[in-house]
């Protein structure tokens, strides 16, 4: 099992600013996955961000270039910056940590609101 403790978040304006971290603890394997996730209301939970733990990244189109993903994996956490947010990102954030095999479930933290107004 694993669990996965986040912290950030809040509210902003647009343009602005912010950095969600989040800290994974329990059986953690040396190879993995950690990153972000974003649901809006109405919509289906969406990819943000994510980094295996010999640093590949993936991110959305949408978030390139103003996001950055980032892991510390002597310490199992990541971190997420989060630069020139738009209204529309406005969404509860989830970070997100897997296994790197086929067919891995995925754990996922509370979530952690971002606000962004326009």
């Known amino acids: 099992q694993v669990q996965l403790a986040e912290s950030g978040g809040g509210s902003v304006q647009a343009g602005g600013s912010l950095r969600l971290s989040c800290a994974a603890s329990?059986?953690?394997?040396?190879?993995?996955?950690m990153g972000w996730y974003r649901q809006a209301p109405g919509k289906q939970r969406e990819l943000v961000a994510t980094?295996?733990?010999?640093?590949?990244?993936t991110y959305a189109d949408s978030v390139k270039g103003r996001f950055t993903i980032a892991r510390d994996n002597t310490k199992n956490t990541a971190s997420l910056q989060m630069n020139s947010l738009k209204f529309e990102e406005t969404a509860v954030y989830y970070c997100?940590?897997?296994?790197?095999?086929?067919?891995?479930?995925?754990?996922w933290g509370q979530g952690t609101q971002v606000t962004v107004s326009s």
């Open positions: 329990g059986s953690i394997a040396s190879s993995n996955v």
């Open positions: 997100m940590f897997r296994y790197q095999v086929i067919g891995a479930r995925y754990y």
């Open positions: 980094m295996t733990r010999g640093a590949s990244t």
